[in-house]
Antibody, heavy 119, light 110 residues
Framework: QVQLVESGGGVVQPGKSLRLSCAVS????????MHWVRQAPGKGLEWVAN????????YYADSVKGRFTISRDNSKNTLFLQMNNLRAEDTAVYYC????????????WGQGTLVTVSS | QSALTQPASVSGSPGQSITISCTGT?????????VSWYQQPPGNAPKLIIF???NRPLGVSNRFSGSKSGNTASLTISGLQTEDEADYYC??????????FGTGTTVTVL
């Protein structure tokens, strides 16, 4: 069955960096694009970034553009989110989600990993 | 990119029907038939229940239905059940190759 498992979350100081991973199984990873979506504590969902199936195109929310980088390693069935210059407002649960195209809905989601930005 | 607008809460009695609205602009909801809806029970990850405005993934109850008129999409839950209590989010593809979510609606079964 399709599984997505995020890791790499934790507590980090403002201005520092963190790299999230999403290991997938149960489907042909390099046939699908992927999204990162986050949810601040007690708040709604916010789309963060998208990457095409082959990694050639990436798209970002304005709130993270220039600070976050989405990437993937299709040989390892793994999606990444490199987060630099973190701010308190980046505190959230980060979900990876499968989406065939940038316009596609997210049909499978991981359980999320919590990132807390605090001094 | 501003979030799509949803009512904060909607409630209904078991067996009733409720409708949740999702209002955007011509650059997102109104411009594309790429509106989806997600159900998120407390403490859980979101689950896709409607895609491309009206389509249900396999295994999703036919009590959930979607529609769109102009810049507003809607989710209707028929025959409301206690298990339907959750947060619901709409989402849309946008003209700048992005996705945007709605503000979220909490559904309460009275």
């Amino acid at each position: 069955q399709v599984q997505l498992v995020e890791s790499g979350g934790g507590v980090v100081q403002p201005g520092k960096s963190l790299r999230l991973s999403c290991a997938v199984s149960g489907f042909t990873f390099d046939n699908y694009g992927m999204h990162w979506v986050r949810q601040a504590p007690g708040k709604g969902l916010e789309w963060v970034a998208n990457i095409w199936y082959d990694g050639t195109h990436t798209y970002y929310a304005d709130s993270v553009k220039g600070r976050f980088t989405i990437s993937r390693d299709n040989s390892k069935n793994t999606l990444f989110l490199q987060m630099n210059n973190l701010r308190a407002e980046d505190t959230a649960v980060y979900y990876c989600a499968r989406a065939e195209y940038t316009s596609s809905p997210s049909d499978y989601w991981g359980q999320g990993t919590l990132v807390t930005v605090s001094s | 990119q501003s979030a799509l607008t949803q009512p904060a809460s909607v409630s209904g009695s078991p067996g009733q029907s409720i409708t949740i609205s999702c209002t955007g602009t011509s650059r997102d909801v109104g411009g594309y038939n790429y509106v989806s809806w997600y159900q998120q029970p407390p403490g859980n990850a979101p689950k896709l229940i409607i895609f491309e405005v009206t389509n249900r993934p396999l295994g999703v109850s036919n009590r959930f239905s979607g529609s769109k008129s102009g810049n507003t999409a809607s989710l209707t839950i028929s025959g409301l059940q206690t298990e339907d209590e959750a947060d619901y989010y709409c989402a849309s593809y946008t003209s700048v190759n992005a996705q945007v979510f709605g503000t979220g609606t909490t559904v309460t079964v009275l």
